[in-house]
């Protein structure tokens, strides 16, 4: 299945990094621990980081009910992207020096989620894309904290998927003139040893969803 | 020096994890690789990852000349997020799961940059930013390469800084049932080791700036 352009989720700028496959971009959603979302307030545009979780075709963030981003982007268009950054090009020209990277950049306008079973099911998938396994391990929302959270929903209909892989690619003159050094720099990341809560139980034991994510830089 | 405070870049939300600090904001600003930057497109939102450098009080933003989202942005009003993500908090309860994170919003009109002395220091700061040693190394740009390039400046003026480290802040009465594991996984990152182009000649030495930027995670 494919994503379906419009005019602004098409690329125009360097369209070889265009990627059209919908499996391209739930693989790069998933794979992002947050995204940053974009809405107008007064004209200008707000960018914030956050979390998120994707559910098949869409897309759900939350935040506190009393958030002013979170109250202007509930029926208005917003915008959610999201970034993989896998590594910094050296290239033998200051003009190509670039980044490899993975980004996915969705459009459309945030549907409030207020039916109470599908709020529940939006925080399980929100919760479950940041810490899996979380959802059975910790306690469940009170209605009073549900009250206090703020859901949206964004369709992944208009997306965009942007990928930029390899070596740099030089000027052939500058290749063949030599003495300057070009490659790629890997950007990695990964996960720390956990550091319990100072309040836990001393016997308290690492459950494996969380021993399980991996300790090991990627 | 601190942040003067207007009213969007107050924090509203939690406002203890706002930080007042000028240094605190170049901090965020100079440690992370890539920025989001937002500007509004016919009404909506467009947020686009890129890279960045910043100069004293100054942030400098560059692209393709031909760039829908660049040339929109000359003049107008935009957002710029730099996000550092440190951890996974995990919490007694769902509601408190969060993150560790330092995050840096700059508000403001972009200014297009014309003047070719500023254009080419613009550059600099951008290049030094993503690659440290690479204006050095690298061939400069051609004017041809110049005029493919659009650049954008924006004051550091109207700015705020957020972040939140530590252990998850769980009520007590979850606490005190014990139970269920808590604690942070820290987010890591960090360079792998430098790929060189395949262009390279096989007698090419990695140089001092690529190779010692460190290449385990942190």
Known sequence: MTLSPTARSTLRRL?????????????????????????????????????????????????SSGATSLRAA?????????????????????????MNYRSAM?????RPVVEE????????????????GSWTHARHPTRKELAATAVLALDLAEASVK??????????????AGGRWAGVLPVRSGFGPAVPCPLLRSDATLPEHVAGRGAACT
């Open 15 to 63: 369209p070889d990094r265009a990627r059209t496959d919908r499996a391209e971009l739930y693989a790069v959603l998933d794979e992002a621990l947050i995204c940053h979302f974009a809405v107008v307030l007064d004209g200008a545009p707000r960018v914030m980081p956050t979390g998120f979780g994707r559910d098949r075709d869409t897309l759900y963030l939350h935040g």
């Open 74 to 98: 509930a029926g208005a268009p917003i915008c959610v992207t999201v970034t993989l950054l896998d590594g910094v090009v050296y290239a033998r020209s200051v003009f190509h020096h670039s």
């Open 163 to 176: 990928v930029r892989t390899g070596p740099p690619k030089d000027d052939e003159p500058d290749v063949q």
């Open 117 to 132: 079973q599908e709020r529940l099911h939006a925080l399980r998938v929100i919760v479950e894309h940041l810490a899996p």
């Open 106 to 110: 969705v459009h459309g306008r945030a």
